[in-house]
């Protein structure tokens, strides 16, 4: 499932210019690099300034995927918009109140929280839980 909006009102949707020859999924976290490109690229550990959640797969075999063509994102528009977070290993005592940060652009690291990318304000199930971004989330420059 990766990242998903849990309210539609919070998010709102823009295209930025993706990072080409790179592969990712709907519902990937999108960062901007941290030499700027104007272009996004899916997110990691150590992402600081998240783009929005990706609306589109880009695949190897997609006839865009060698160019910096726009593609949909939903970016936050208030600062605690909540997204539904694939996590695994969530225990509701442990993480409701945690900073955690990422495993990967799909995934919610509850067992780190180095970076804390992500405030987890509601548990569903050991492998969704809910939560906000920390920090800046920019609309870069494409």
């Known amino acids: 499932m990766a990242f998903l909006p ?3 009102g919070q998010w709102e949707l823009f295209y930025p210019k993706k ?5 990712f999924i709907s519902g990937s976290l ?3 690099p941290a030499s700027p ?3 996004v690229v899916k997110a990691t550990s150590t992402t600081t300034k998240s783009a929005g959640i990706s ?3 880009v695949t190897a075999s997609d006839s865009d995927y060698a160019s910096n063509t726009r593609i949909p994102c939903l970016r936050p528009i208030v600062p605690r918009a909540l997204m539904i977070c694939t996590t695994t290993g969530a225990v509701e005592t442990a993480v409701v109140g945690l900073r955690c940060d990422l495993t990967d652009d799909v995934t919610l ?3 780190a929280s180095s970076v ?3 405030l987890v304000e509601e548990f ?5 839980v809910g939560g906000y971004l920390l920090g800046p989330s920019e609309t870069g420059a494409s």
């Open 19 to 23: 990072t080409a020859s790179q592969a």
């Open 37 to 39: 490109t104007g272009y």
């Open 109 to 111: 690291n509850v067992g």
């Open 6 to 8: 849990k309210l539609s």
């Open 124 to 128: 569903y199930s050991a492998t969704l």
């Open 55 to 57: 609306q589109r797969t």
């Open 116 to 118: 804390g990318r992500v």
């Open 30 to 32: 999108m960062d901007w």
